[in-house]
């Protein structure tokens, strides 16, 4: 109990400055925090979980409401639910987990750079009538207010910077946000400096709870918020997932990941009927509990009791709050989710993966978070096959089996083969999938005539896919054609399962279908014996 009152006091000055860095009214936050926070709390596949509104949608959500207002919010919120339920009982939670590290740390740190920028309006208290949603645009509209800096939003600026990044020096049981909120508010209360406030910008903050709201549906607008609906489920799933594997490592336990994103799903079908935002698991909110003690379920839950506790008692007084405080919590947010560290570190990784990386931080902050996740995923999975196909391997072995080679699973080592005339062998090596199939048809080109037999020696293909098995029957068929035999050798029982199921194994023939490559040449053998004994039929001879 005494954790989840903690991290309710952290997360207050966190929901509000996440609803307004959204383009929304703050109590749009506290919502989210008390609703989904508690909904997470109930349903969530870890039980240490603390959810609510967290810096990485402040992007996206501050577009669909500039395109579509809150509504449209709420619409995409509701439908981004139904697809993580629908994920969540699809058993999709570890397939996320697979989201390459590269795409992950781009698109974070292409986030924390626009939530900074966002903030340089409020920092030093420009006077602008309305910031662009693009980031170049927003550095051209704070170019032409430059003149109009206020010094007094500087100086709580600065100040509100400074009690947040000391604070901790003297404890870490109070958050330094919530006393820089609490000093900066008074000092601008006393002293009447001409800054602007939550209430100044957007009136009052309701002391209570608002009445449940279906969002308005429309067919039209549903079309064009289904990319921003899977959106927010993409970026909600991999956001709860990291913060529930972070704290598997503090606690000891381990979440159930399915469970999770069903929880998230659920958080968000109704948020939005209660006034809120989209929500997911928060990482620091959720270390902060472990920090304090919270080992159970019941740290979510007062954590949400207790910001409704604020919210109907205190509520009223956060419209005093001056945004140039909020803009110092905010780039402090920005700062701890930037992980410049680990961006930097990958500049030492493979080229593909810095070019993945820089593709979608590029997008991210230029383009759009939509479009950075999808071209990311598709970059980093063209590159990650290319490197692949390049572990698949075909070699054309009949001119060198006849020397010594050393063995290291079904034959032993120092053999000497003999390939009768007619017979042709190849080996495969490595996952025969989509991106091999093609080397593995070049290879074959090397023969000028076909041969009598064809032997594939398929000992090291551990895996293949349907464009590997279209490619082994198109050999099949082509061998047939041109009265070839084809014979397989050391077929992986993984991959013979596949190629059972797809009934190439039966129209090749079990007779020809080897354990090893001796017993294929065996074969070969007795398949040229029998065709000599046939009149009429050519069979090369020494």
Do not use: C
């Not at 395109?67 to 994920?87: N, R, S």
């Not at 986030?111 to 966002?118: K, Q, W």
């Amino acid at each position: 109990m005494l954790a989840g009152v903690v991290v309710g006091v952290v997360a207050l000055p966190l929901a509000i400055a996440f609803a307004i860095a959204s383009g929304l009214p703050p109590e749009r936050g506290l919502y989210t925090a008390v609703f989904a926070g508690f909904l997470i709390s109930v349903f969530s596949g870890s039980r240490v979980q603390i959810g609510g509104p967290t810096g990485a949608f402040i992007v996206l959500v501050y577009r669909i409401v500039q395109d579509h207002g809150y509504e449209g919010l709420a619409v995409a919120t509701v439908m981004a639910g139904l697809l993580l339920v629908a994920l969540g009982f699809a058993r999709i939670g570890s397939v996320i987990k697979f989201v390459p590290y590269p795409v992950t740390v781009g698109f974070t740190s292409g986030i924390a750079l626009i939530i900074a920028a966002s903030q340089v309006r409020d920092f030093f208290g420009l006077e602008m009538s309305s910031v662009p949603a693009d980031f170049l645009g927003k550095w051209a509209a704070f170019a032409r207010a430059a003149d109009t800096v206020n010094p007094s939003a500087v100086a709580i600026a600065v100040a509100s910077l400074g009690i947040i990044l000391l604070w901790p020096r003297v404890t870490h049981r109070v958050p330094g946000s919530l006393v820089a909120i609490l000093v900066t508010t008074v000092a601008v209360r006393l002293l009447e400096l001409p800054v602007d406030t939550i209430g100044s910008r957007f009136g009052a903050v309701p002391a209570g709870l608002p009445r449940p709201h279906l969002p308005l549906v429309d067919p039209g607008t549903v079309r064009d918020l289904v990319q921003p609906a899977f959106a927010i489920a993409m970026l909600g799933a991999i956001e709860s997932l990291l913060s529930a594997v972070v704290a598997d490592g503090m606690t000891g336990r381990r979440h159930r990941s399915n469970m999770e994103l069903v929880a998230q799903g659920i958080a968000n079908l109704l948020s939005p009927i209660f006034g809120g935002i989209p929500a997911t698991g928060a990482i620091a909110r959720t270390a902060t509990n472990i920090k304090n003690g919270g080992r159970t379920p019941i740290a979510g839950l007062v954590h949400a009791g207790t910001l409704l506790l604020i919210l109907m008692s205190v509520g009223p007084w956060a419209a005093q709050i001056p945004m140039a405080t909020l803009s110092a919590v905010l780039l402090v947010v920005a700062y701890n989710m930037s992980e410049w560290r680990h961006f930097q570190r990958l500049f030492r990784a493979p080229r593909s993966d810095v070019l993945v990386l820089l593709s979608t931080f590029a997008l991210t902050v230029l383009v759009d978070l939509t479009v950075a996740i999808e071209i990311g995923m598709v970059l980093a999975s063209f590159l990650f096959m290319r490197r692949m196909s390049g572990l698949a391997e075909v070699g054309h072995l009949t001119h060198t089996l006849g020397i010594d080679e050393e063995e290291d699973d079904e034959e032993s080592s120092g053999r000497t083969r003999t390939v009768p005339p007619g017979v042709e062998v190849f080996e495969i090596s490595g996952p025969f999938f989509f991106g091999a199939a093609d080397k593995f048809k070049s290879a074959l080109h090397q023969v000028e005539r076909p041969p009598a037999v064809l032997i594939l020696r398929m000992r090291r293909v551990e895996t293949i896919d349907a464009t590997g098995v279209r490619a082994l029957e198109q050999v099949f068929e082509k061998a047939h054609r041109e009265h070839s035999a084809l014979i397989l050798s050391g077929v992986h029982p993984r991959t013979r399962r596949i190629l059972e199921r797809a009934g190439l194994i039966h129209r090749i023939g079990e007779d020809r279908i080897r354990d090893d490559l001796d017993q294929a040449l065996v074969t070969a053998s007795e398949i040229l014996a029998e065709r000599r004994s046939i009149p009429g039929i050519e069979t090369p001879r020494e």
